[in-house]
Nanobody, 121 residues
């Protein structure tokens, strides 16, 4: 199983970016999916999360009202729409997902490789 994150880049303050993270491989079920970020010299922090059916979401206080997490279960993909970006949003963004590989397997947590988001002032 692999998670492939994409969509990062350089944007001016106030701009927008949309991150994507697609799961591939031998997958029976993709459960909760999250986005984390890690800025230089700081700990990795949870930014947003979404349940399997997409009926419940979580956002860190720092991104509420600006970021939106969503998912497409047909594509095993989670998205993070980031609007009104600020320089303090600059970080490497990582996705993770709880994935079950078969009906008899336990869930395992998988991480994507990270995508750099840089917001200039």
């Amino acid at each position: 199983v692999q998670l492939q994150a994409s969509g990062g880049g350089l944007v001016q303050a106030g701009g927008s970016l949309r991150l994507s993270c697609a799961a591939s491989g031998t997958i029976f079920s993709v459960n909760g999916m999250d986005w984390y970020r890690q800025a230089p010299g700081k700990q990795r922090e949870l930014v947003a999360g979404i349940t399997k059916r997409g009926d419940s979401t979580f956002y860190a206080d720092s991104v509420k009202g600006r970021f939106t997490i969503s998912r497409d279960n047909a594509k095993n993909t989670v998205y993070l729409q980031m609007n009104s970006l600020k320089p303090e949003d600059t970080a490497v963004y990582y996705c993770n997902a709880g994935i079950t590989r078969s009906w008899y397997s336990d869930e395992s947590l998988y991480w994507g490789q990270g995508t750099q988001v840089t917001v200039s002032s």
